[in-house]
Nanobody
């Protein structure tokens, strides 16, 4: 059973930084897709970043390119999202998700409806 547990959310002023972590367990394959998604009140969920753990290929939403970095640890049990130069519009609940997808699916933009495994979410609040 795959389990994902996020941590690292919090409140920060605009221009600040946060690092989100996602502890993953229960995987049986060496390569899988992991992503970060966010949902603000009254808005649809959106994909923020994704990574294919086997090869390390990544995807970023245009709104976070150059500010956010997705990464994994060597053991592929931890997923990170380093968020710099945060803006008030980054305020949302952030979710970690995972599943087994080929690269073309993993790195495609979207709300992540195909992902079967989700964490409980961690809140990020950016004040102006």
């Amino acid at each position: 059973q795959v389990q994902l547990v996020e941590s690292g959310g919090g409140s920060v002023q605009a221009g600040g930084s946060l690092r989100l972590s996602c502890a993953a367990s229960g995987y049986t394959y060496s390569s899988y897709c992991m992503g970060w998604f966010r949902q603000a009140p009254g808005k649809e969920r959106e994909g923020v970043a994704a990574i294919l753990t086997g090869g390390g290929s990544t995807y970023y939403a245009d709104s976070v390119k150059g500010r956010f970095t997705i990464s994994q640890d060597h053991a592929k049990t931890q997923l990170y999202l380093q968020m710099n130069s945060l803006k008030p519009e980054d305020t949302a609940m952030y979710y970690c998700a995972a599943d087994y997808f080929p690269e073309r699916v993993c790195l495609a933009p979207g709300p992540g409806d195909l992902f079967g495994y989700w964490g409980q979410g961690t809140q990020v609040t950016v004040s102006s």
